[in-house]
């Protein structure tokens, strides 16, 4: 089990939590005979769908684009690039806009960004929050997860894996009886995509000193 330093009592158990339990919601269909292609929101039918839903979400999302999402926004806001962080915000509408995640993501990344508005001497966080009130900016979960890690200088490699630990999990809860062995074997797969995530955003793991 990953864990993070006091995870219960800073903002990303909060970010967390909320992501689990969106996807319990968006996967809570897996408790029946089909779930939803989390691709395309298409039926996959049968209790093979269960199985098959998770490896679409792991091959097509989590790896390519969530984690690496993560890293480069955690690395953006540790170095102060907010014109960064803005562009890489803007280009994550085109993989994820044909997604059933696209609205979910951003409700989540809002209310998470909503929270950390009292942190008025931190500069990156205040002006991503005005990109996002003013539209320039769409306020993905992954963005603010990883700029919730570099504000509370949680360590990066522990993070991606804890996200991915916990959103699997969460995808898999209507049917985890059924699915634990996938989950780790699935999991088995994710420590690879951390450390390629790590190397392409330049990011120590390490939050802020």
């Known amino acids: 089990m990953v864990t993070l330093p006091e995870i219960a009592r800073s903002d990303a158990a909060d970010l967390l939590g909320e992501i ?11 408790a029946g005979a089909a779930c939803p292609n989390p691709l395309t929101g298409g039926i996959l039918e049968g ?6 839903f998770l ?7 989590l790896l390519p684009l969530e984690l690496p999402a993560i890293a480069e926004a955690c690395g953006h806001a540790l170095r102060g690039e907010l014109r960064e962080l803005i562009a890489q915000d803007q280009r994550l509408q085109a993989p994820l806009r044909l997604t059933p995640f696209a609205g979910p993501s951003q409700i989540i990344g809002r209310l ?11 500069r990156v966080v205040q002006r991503y929050l005005d990109a996002v009130e003013s539209g320039r900016a769409f306020g993905w979960h992954t963005i603010m997860y990883g700029l919730t890690l570099a504000v509370y200088s949680l360590p990066l490699r522990q993070g991606l ?12 809860a209507a049917a985890e ?3 634990a062995g996938a989950l780790d074997e699935l999991m088995n797969r994710v420590p690879p995509a951390v450390e390629a995530s790590l190397a392409a955003s330049g990011t120590p ?3 802020r000193e």
């Open 55 to 61: 490896e679409i979400y792991l091959a097509r999302i």
């Open 205 to 207: 793991c390490a939050g």
């Open 47 to 52: 209790v093979p769908a269960r199985r098959e």
């Open 177 to 179: 009886s059924e699915l």
């Open 161 to 172: 894996l804890f996200y991915a630990q916990q959103t699997l999990a969460g995808l898999a």
């Open 20 to 30: 689990s339990a969106l996807l319990r919601q968006l996967g809570s269909p897996m």
């Open 112 to 122: 998470q960004l909503a929270r950390m508005r009292p942190l008025r001497d931190d």
